[in-house]
């Protein structure tokens, strides 16, 4: 029986990469030498440090860039509040990864509602999809892909 497992992953290694890049162009940039601006990557989590809100910006779409640029859908970026103290300005960026249960239970709604003969399943951080006919589950991809859910989604595991 056909089946496939939606997902909504980050490549980490791809994203380290990025932010070394962007990393190594604040470093170079003439507006931001000097001014302690720099990239910190925790985990799932990317801090930005700078002087001032206007060059967080800067270096926001900088960031922005260089993801895109390596494969990363910048979908999956959480952006958090501008926080502005004395001489220092930071900002947060959350790496979202895995699908929560609401939004698996949207989709697997979503799924239902289409009408075509497949079943979803919930299985932790991933939809397990199945059905009789390829094409079925094809359709059940196109119809997500064109479903604005908010949350970059990949699909995996396709077997026949």
Known sequence: MPSFDVVSEVDLHEVSNAVDQANREVANRFDFKGSGA????DDLTITM???????LRQ???ML?????????DIGCLDIGQLQV???EARQEITLRQGI?????K????????????VQASIQGDKIRVTG???????QVIQALREAKLGLPLQFINFRD
């Not at 720099?38 to 990557?41: A, I, M, N, T, V």
């Open 132 to 138: 009789k006919k390829r094409d079925d589950l094809q």
């Open 100 to 104: 929560d249960k609401e939004l698996a």
């Open 85 to 87: 103290s004395g001489q």
């Open 38 to 41: 720099r990239f910190e990557l």
């Open 64 to 72: 922005q860039m260089k993801l895109s640029k390596r494969g990363v």
């Open 49 to 55: 440090h700078a002087q001032n809100d206007f060059q």
């Open 106 to 117: 949207k989709i697997t709604k979503l799924i239902k509602e289409s009408k075509l003969k």
């Open 59 to 61: 270096m926001l779409d």
